[in-house]
């Protein structure tokens, strides 16, 4: 028995043994014909905010909730890494990696210097956070990764350059994220969430890597399907967290396990390979804050990595250590000519026949309206910032939060309650910022004394802290429109009584005021909700302010209270604008008709709220609806309650028709009479927790849409969707609405779009149906990652506007959204008259309102000169109509005189060079400063104006200042 074990040991040391000093990792040319190169990607993904808060992962604080510290996870890879030359590792989270940075000292920071010189270190997707790609505007998207890769650019120059998309853990992936990596200048994306049964068929077809192309065909990205997720193969994560054996590779050791840790571990590499087509493949070594023993992760992939390549021939595998962008090279460069290509987005996500991922579309809707409220808050404050030619970075406190609250697990509200909380608080704390640069800037261009201006930042709930400290006293009302084109919008106005006049400091003319009674629904929302709303009609320039004076007045002149209008008949109410005709039921409110002045054309709508009961599992499956996962009980809703009108009242310049739907909805329908479209506005919650309910508002029309719908990608193209049949029907049919969701009538060319406030589920399920999820709280967690339900009891007011048109003016609609999302600002001041009551501060080369000024950051300041990174879009698709526009970089300012440009990629960290393959096509169509923004084109400059003398007086103080995102201000 003894020479047997003898004998068996011998034969394991002369197929195992490694010679000292083998390298885990061999270059192409040592590799044998034929044997397959395994590239390990050693990597770490680190949530900013899921089971704990940003500060609790990043300190390792709370551990009982979740075993993690961020700050030790960066600290231990740099230290192995620097011990080993050979290693290599994978890093995303930019919000993590600058906070630890300023946190370490210089011996650190030249120790990851030298990483990134030495190309240990890689850094991919570069963004703050890993955004989600269903909820997201591409507004927020694009700002996020300016925030993570101009902070690269600014501290390693080019030598950190994320050249590759890191989208693993996204629940999901939108064409539109896929189109703005490439415009950022990334030439890969690489992620791992997409529809079972499509994952099944790639693999089968060993099509897991294909061109992926916008839907518009103007942008292309190679995409790879990473194997099985992103974490480490079953069986092999070496994490101090992990209770996966070590490789135990001393055959005297009774813990011996090599044979079949090698024999199990050669398994699962022969069937990835099985699967890919270039003799590549990527093994992801990591996962969830991995890595937080970077020294025995290594030691054990060392271990494999030794032995495997030692019979590299026998087995048919070389192991290297590697990264995802040398990984794309060499698939690129060995099948990229026959890649596949792909043009559609891959919503919604399934990991089973029962679990559809397309609850997080809807999930914590007041945080989702919140964020969408905080990107206008953010333009508008960067613009300010500029147009007073202040150098401090007080917005950049709003950016950062905006930054992390577009993360996979903050606006998705799949987050556990405590974390989301956080999020609001990080982005309540940076409007209070941008509040005070807003209020600053408007004091210093309308001359009000310093100090004096106030936002109001609770006016969607009908509470002003300063009108109601009004009592008897008047108030000046400054209003901002950061659009480039002048316009006209309904301002509102929580107050206290009606004892008020309205005049346009300006003209000095008086202006019509119109008093209604606020809500009673919003008592639901704030209990210290003021009683009145002052309504008006504000013109404001482009770019720019007006100011109006409500005045105190015991009689007041030019305003009028609006009562209801008394109901002696159950007839239709019929409403008139310059538009439409709408007619609404003389019993319950509700819209029945409209009718396009324009076409003569009429089509039934209404509108409906209803509830899917949510499912806790059922005899097909255990699977429970929760904060990631829409299951209903049955695939039918349920209406809720029956509508009530309560209320139509009406003056000149609209008309609202007030309806109940029992004690927690409550809808006000308006038509102005200057407007395109009919505003929706609702308030729901907080629901009843008796059972799980997802809420929905449906439209149902009599347009006939041939089982097809249109939704938007992020804001930016329209993708079409089709009915599906399948066991999921309702979920399975959801999709992300970010802006819009459209029906279209092919016989009669007509369309509905419905506009939103914020992200949310949507789908047309019946011809000529369409509905959108409002809220929704679950009793039952789903078990993919939050482990609570989704218990959310808020109680969430918001707006949908329908226009009804043809189809050939659908860019109509694209001008809607951006007026919806560039509310106007408001700020009002107790007894105090401004110097300058009106200015515009744009020039005549974006006076056209296809076209978005979508960013302006003060970056640098430099003697008598003010750099900025101003980013112009075009907002229409060609398909929609869109035209290319002409911009003359000299003329968008007022007061302000260009030096210089340079074009950036679209994130700003990078010159267009590195980006775009031809630049002879590129800028075909620009002449000097003019540049040329094709149909839905986004494009990004470095451009420096030096002001002019009357906008120039600023203190020494200021002047001798330089302030940018990355600096210390």
């Known amino acids: 028995m003894k020479r047997r074990i003898v004998f068996f040991i011998c034969c394991m040391l002369g197929a195992f043994s490694i010679s000292e000093g083998v390298s885990p990792h061999r270059n192409s040319e040592q590799r044998g014909e034929g044997t397959v190169k395994v590239h390990v990607v050693p990597h770490t993904h680190n949530d900013v905010g899921k089971y704990k808060t940003v500060d609790q992962y990043y300190f390792g604080t709370q551990n009982q909730q979740y075993q993690a510290g961020v700050q030790y996870i960066i600290d231990t890879v740099v230290d192995e890494l620097t011990a080993d030359p050979s290693k290599t590792f994978v890093y995303m989270e930019i919000a993590y990696f600058k906070r630890w940075w300023e946190h370490r000292d210089k011996t650190w920071h030249n120790k990851v210097r030298k990483l990134i010189k030495n190309k240990q270190l890689e850094f991919v997707g570069g963004g703050y956070s890993m955004n989600d790609e269903a909820s997201v505007h591409y507004m927020a998207t694009v700002d996020q990764f300016s925030a993570g890769m101009v902070w690269l650019t600014e501290n390693f120059a080019g030598a950190a350059e994320p050249t590759v998309a890191w989208q693993i853990d996204t629940y999901g992936h939108s064409a539109a994220q896929a189109a703005l990596s490439a415009q950022s200048g990334l030439k890969g994306i690489f992620f791992s969430r997409l529809h079972f049964e499509e994952y099944e068929q790639r693999k089968k077809d060993r099509e897991l890597e294909f061109t992926w192309h916008s839907t518009a065909g103007q942008d292309k990205i190679f995409s790879s399907v990473l194997y099985e997720g992103y974490g480490a193969p079953a069986g092999f994560c070496f994490d101090s967290t992990c209770t996966d054996p070590p490789i135990v590779a001393d055959p005297e050791s009774p813990e011996y396990n090599l044979p079949e840790r090698i024999s199990a571990f050669l398994e699962f590499l022969q069937e990835q390979a099985a699967h890919y087509r270039s003799g590549n493949i990527m093994l992801t070594m990591g996962g969830d804050f991995s890595f937080q023993n970077a020294h025995q992760y290594f030691t054990n992939l060392d271990l494999l990595m030794k032995y495997v390549n030692q019979n590299s021939t026998e087995y048919g595998f070389e192991m290297v250590y590697s990264t995802p962008s040398r990984y794309m090279d060499e698939v690129t460069s060995s099948i990229g000519d026959s890649l596949s290509e792909r043009k559609e987005d891959f919503f919604p996500y399934a990991d089973d026949a029962h679990s559809y991922w ?506 008598d000169v003010f750099t900025y990174l101003l980013r112009l879009e075009n907002i229409t698709p060609k398909m929609e109509g869109g035209e290319p526009i002409t911009v003359d970089l000299e003329r968008i300012f007022r007061g302000k005189t260009l030096v210089e440009f340079e074009e950036k990629g679209l994130a700003g960290d990078r010159p267009i060079e590195n980006v775009v393959e031809d630049m002879a096509q590129y800028t075909k169509y620009d002449e000097g400063n003019v540049i040329t923004l094709q149909p839905l084109q986004i494009r990004t400059f470095f451009a420096t104006y030096k002001p002019s003398t009357e906008t120039s007086g600023l203190s020494d103080k200021i002047r001798k200042m330089v302030c940018t995102f990355f600096m210390q201000c």
């Open 358 to 863: 397309s609850g997080y579309f809807t999930s914590r809707p007041a945080l989702k309206g919140y964020v969408r409220d905080c990107n206008n808050v953010l333009q508008t404050c960067r613009q300010l910032e500029v147009l007073v030619g202040s150098p401090y970075c007080d917005a950049d406190k709003l950016w950062l939060a905006m930054s992390v609250a577009q993360h996979h697990d903050a606006i998705t509200g799949t987050s556990k309650k405590h974390v989301a909380d956080d999020y609001f608080r990080r982005l309540a704390e940076g409007q209070t910022f941008c509040e005070g640069v807003i209020n600053r800037g408007l004091e210093k261009l309308s001359g009000l004394k310093t100090g004096s201006l106030e936002s109001c930042r609770l006016a969607n709930e009908s509470y002003c802290e300063i009108t109601s400290r009004a009592e008897n006293k008047s108030l000046t009302v400054v209003v901002y429109n950061a659009r480039p084109v002048s316009r006209s919008e309904y301002i509102r106005i929580p107050l206290l009584n009606s004892n008020y006049e309205l005049i346009d400091l300006t003209t000095n003319q008086p202006v019509p005021l119109t008093f209604l009674e606020v809500n009673p629904a919003l008592h639901r929302v704030n209990s210290d909700f003021l009683p009145v709303e002052g309504v008006f009609r504000a013109s404001l320039p482009a770019l720019g302010y007006s100011t109006y004076r409500l005045q105190h007045a015991q009689y007041p002149r030019h305003s009028q209270t609006l009562t209801p209008t008394p109901r002696n008949t159950v007839s239709d109410i019929t409403v008139e604008s310059q538009f439409f005709t709408a007619v609404f039921d003389g019993i319950t409110g509700s819209l029945k008709t409209v009718t396009n002045k324009l076409t003569g054309n009429s089509e039934e709508i209404t509108a409906k709220f209803l509830e899917y009961r949510s499912n806790t599992g059922d005899s097909a499956s255990k699977q429970a609806s929760g904060a990631h996962i829409f299951r209903p009980a049955e695939n039918t809703a349920e209406e809720i309650g029956h509508p009530v009108l309560l209320k139509h009242i009406s003056n000149d310049d609209f008309t609202e028709i007030w309806q109940t739907f029992g004690d927690w909805i409550s809808l006000v329908t308006r038509v102005y009479t200057d407007k395109s479209y009919i505003e929706v506005e609702w308030v729901v919650g907080p629901l009843p927790a008796d059972h799980g309910r997802e809420v929905i508002l449906r439209y149902e029309t009599s347009l006939s849409t041939q089982e097809k719908f249109y939704t938007d990608s992020n804001g930016r193209e329209m993708i079409q969707r089709r009915l599906k049949k399948q066991e999921e029907q309702v979920a399975g049919n959801y999709y992300p609405v970010t802006t819009r969701i459209v029906l279209l009538d092919e016989n009669s060319g007509m369309q509905l779009t419905v506009l939103t406030d914020r992200a949310q589920g949507g789908s047309s399920l019946a011809e000529g149906q369409m509905e959108l999820m409002v809220h929704r709280r679950t009793l039952t967690d789903d078990n993919r990652g939050v482990d609570e339900p989704l218990q959310d009891d808020l109680v969430v007011k918001g707006k949908h506007w329908l226009y009804f048109s043809r189809f050939d003016s659908m860019a109509e609609n694209r001008v809607l959204g951006q007026e919806l999302f560039y509310k106007p600002t408001i700020a009002l001041a107790l007894d105090e008259l401004p110097q300058h009551p009106s200015q515009t501060y744009s020039d005549t080369a974006v006076n056209n309102k296809y076209i978005n000024v979508a960013t302006i950051i003060n970056v640098d300041y430099s003697g």
